[in-house]
């Protein structure tokens, strides 16, 4: 129904800046909520930002609150991860997710695959 793929991942010294983005396709027409989560190995996913469907609304863990901003283009069905001042440990991979408006993984249906981010020091 709804098929999403992310870009922008990559190496990246700390304290640098990276892009995220997510297309969306398929059955979308700015029904759902957006939001970003991370895995890192070892570890469970873990909610890093939502954003709401039209856009006014947004959540942040607050691991990166300050550091980073998300943001949606409805018109062109992508959302972004705007990535500053990054650190070693946020390492991981991120996923793209679209569903309810909340900080929970359950609350989404729809997944990306991912795009590796890792952060060097």
């Known amino acids: 129904q709804v098929q999403l793929v992310e870009s922008g991942g990559g190496l990246v010294q700390a304290g640098g800046s990276l892009r995220l983005s997510c297309a969306a396709s398929?059955?979308?027409?700015?029904?759902?909520?957006m939001g970003w989560f991370r895995q890192a190995p070892g570890k469970a996913r873990e909610f890093v930002a939502a954003?709401?469907?039209?856009?006014?609304?947004?959540i942040r863990a607050d691991s990166v609150k300050g550091r980073f901003t998300i943001s949606r283009d409805n018109a062109k069905n992508t959302v972004h991860l705007q990535m500053n001042s990054l650190k070693p440990e946020d390492t991981a991979v991120y996923y793209c997710?679209?569903?309810?408006?909340?900080?929970?993984?359950?609350?989404?249906?729809?997944w990306g695959q991912g795009t590796q981010v890792t952060v060097s020091s």
């Open positions: 954003i709401s469907r039209g856009g006014a609304g947004t």
């Open positions: 997710a679209a569903g309810d408006f909340t900080s929970f993984e359950r609350d989404y249906g729809y």
């Open positions: 398929g059955r979308t027409n700015s029904r759902y909520a």
